[in-house]
């Protein structure tokens, strides 16, 4: 199990089944251990953050690489050996954070935007429902 325990900051990448590609950072302080599903991979924070690996293996650039690694038998996976062999473009650290922070901002955006749609079909629909029963509005 020792070797299946994840830290904070670990890069966790789906390397089996349905998920496959899927990437994420473990953010939390609470112990926690991974199954054979999933890679774990501890990078060197003074040369490469966390979130900025995610993004950049999240771009379609890094899909691509994933999908590059997928091994098409009876249920797709990746080889763990490749995993720490996949090519990540490291720019200078306060780069990587400005990235982060535009990406970050722009979930942030989408998510928003999101919530509005969502709100303004709501009352659309609304209207027209009462439009349609013939109520007044």
């Not at 490469?48 to 690489?65: E, N, T």
Request: net charge neutral.
């Amino acid at each position: 199990m020792r070797r299946s325990q994840l830290q904070q900051g670990d890069l966790l990448i789906a390397i089996v089944g349905a998920t496959i590609g899927s990437v994420g950072v473990y953010d939390r302080s609470t112990p926690a251990n991974i199954n054979q599903a999933i890679a774990a991979v501890r990078l060197d924070r003074s040369r490469v953050l966390p979130d900025f690996a995610r993004w950049f293996l999240s771009s379609p650039i890094g899909q691509a690489i994933l999908d590059y690694l997928k091994r098409p038998v009876a249920r797709a996976n990746i080889n763990l050996e490749e995993i720490g062999e996949i090519p990540i473009l490291i720019p200078p650290l306060d780069i990587q954070r400005s990235v982060v922070e535009q990406v970050d901002n722009a979930r942030l955006e989408m998510r928003r935007l999101r919530q509005e749609a969502e709100t303004e079909w709501e009352a659309a629909k609304t209207h027209f429902e009462r439009q349609l029963l013939g109520e007044a509005s």
